[in-house]
Structure formats: structure tokens, C-alpha cells
């Protein structure tokens, strides 16, 4: 089972919302990744967490708070997001090790009013 | 850091012809490249990878050359289908240190049937 999954897959919020987006695998994997992808552009990374730790924070405005509750689950919390923030929101895990295969969820398409 | 250029942008081909996809990389650590597949409101799909200790991998339809001394890898589809249609993306990372991806720009694959 190479299965990510992510909540809700559309969401829409006005810029004074709070709002959080979710990523679940359970394949062991221990690195999970938050993408933001625009129309016709790749995957732009986010974060990344590795052992339920932060290791890559890639200069995200702080409006983007992201936690890894435990080693299956990632969460991304939105508070005061900009209309330039809407963008489809993708989460990939990955085996830690020399195992390199990265696994992408379906993404959460979000719009911000 | 590491830098991916892919090319060509577009890709129209007639149904049952073959489609070639060319990346290249910058850092000569970079030693697994995967290739994505992404269809319009999904997330990417892994569709096959290589890594450098291997000149060639095979799937089906689908194959991935990469050699080390140019820095280039490509994506080869024989007997291509309208389901191949999809924006194709190339990447490259180093297993040590930190994997972190680095995407290619993508190209659309259009099949005519």
C-alpha cells in the first residue's frame, strides 16, 4: 500500500480564517513533506519533518504553522492566509534510510477570498 | 544546489508513437531521479525512478535512461495512449545528506488518439 490521504480536498477560507489541512499514511514511512503547488509549476517544497521533527523549514511565512502530531500524521495550520496562498496543498511521505521513493497525496485544493 | 532543467515545455504525439521526456541535473551527488506522472486535480504519481549505480530501468511501457557523465536522464513511453496524457515531471536528490527533491519545470503530455 503506497496510500497517502488528505483532508478535505477542497477548502475554502476568507483571509481572517483559521483553518487546518491533514495528511495520513500509514506506511511506516518517517519523513513527511508539505508541498504548495500552482497551476503549470512543480511541487514547491514547504517543510519537512523527519522523526516527528522539523528539519526543513523553507523560508514559509508564518501564517503556515505545521505540526506532526506522531510518526502516521501531519497537519497544516492557515490563519491569515493571502489570496496569492490558494494553490492545490500537497503532502508526500518517504522511508527513511536509502530508501528514496516519495509518495504523493491527492492535495487539498484551497482558495483564499 | 542542485538545479533540474526538463524539456520539451509540450509534447503532442499521435496515439501508438513514442514520447521522450529530457532532464538534466547540476550536482553530481544527485544519485536518484524519479519521475512523476500528474493528472489534472490529482497529486503526482511515482511511475518509476533509477538511481545512479544503474544506466537503464524498464517498466512495461515506460523506461528511464540516465547517464552520470552528462548529467541527463530521460523518460522514454513506447505505444503511447490518450491515458499517458498528463503533465510529466523529473526530479533528483542525494540520498546523503538531506533528501531533498529538486523538480523539473514539467512537460504536458498531449496523446492524440
Known amino acids: 500500500d503506497t496510500e497517502v490521504t488528505q483532508t478535505p480536498k477542497h477548502l475554502v477560507m476568507g483571509m481572517t480564517n483559521k483553518k487546518s489541512l491533514k495528511c495520513e499514511q500509514h506506511?511506516?514511512?518517517?519523513?513527511m513533506y508539505w508541498y504548495k503547488q500552482k497551476a503549470k509549476k512543480p511541487p514547491e517544497l514547504m517543510f519537512v519533518?523527519?522523526?516527528?521533527?522539523?528539519?526543513i523549514n523553507e523560508s514559509v511565512p508564518s501564517r503556515f504553522s505545521p505540526e506532526c502530531p506522531n510518526s502516521s500524521l501531519l497537519n497544516l495550520h492557515l490563519h491569515a492566509l493571502q489570496p496569492e496562498d490558494s494553490a492545490l496543498y500537497l503532502c508526500a511521505s518517504r522511508r527513511s534510510g536509502n530508501y528514496n521513493e516519495q509518495f504523493f497525496g491527492p492535495g487539498t485544493r484551497l482558495t483564499v477570498l | 544546489g542542485e538545479n533540474v532543467e526538463q524539456h520539451p515545455s509540450t509534447l503532442s504525439v499521435q496515439e501508438g508513437d513514442s514520447a521522450v521526456i529530457k532532464c538534466t541535473y547540476s550536482d553530481s551527488a544527485s544519485n536518484y531521479f524519479p519521475w512523476y506522472k500528474q493528472e489534472l486535480g490529482k497529486g503526482p504519481q511515482l511511475i518509476i525512478d533509477?538511481?545512479?549505480?544503474?544506466g537503464e530501468k524498464k517498466d512495461q511501457r515506460i523506461a528511464v535512461t540516465l547517464n552520470k557523465t552528462a548529467k541527463h536522464f530521460s523518460l522514454h513511453i513506447t505505444e503511447t495512449q490518450p491515458e499517458d496524457s498528463a503533465v510529466y515531471f523529473c526530479?533528483?536528490?542525494?540520498?546523503?545528506?538531506?533528501?531533498?527533491?529538486?523538480f523539473g519545470s514539467g512537460t504536458k503530455l498531449n496523446v492524440k488518439p
Open positions: 519533518y523527519s522523526y516527528e521533527k522539523l528539519s
Open positions: 533509477i538511481r545512479s549505480n544503474v
Open positions: 526530479a533528483a536528490s542525494r540520498t546523503r545528506p538531506f533528501n531533498k527533491f529538486y
Open positions: 506506511m511506516g514511512h518517517r519523513a
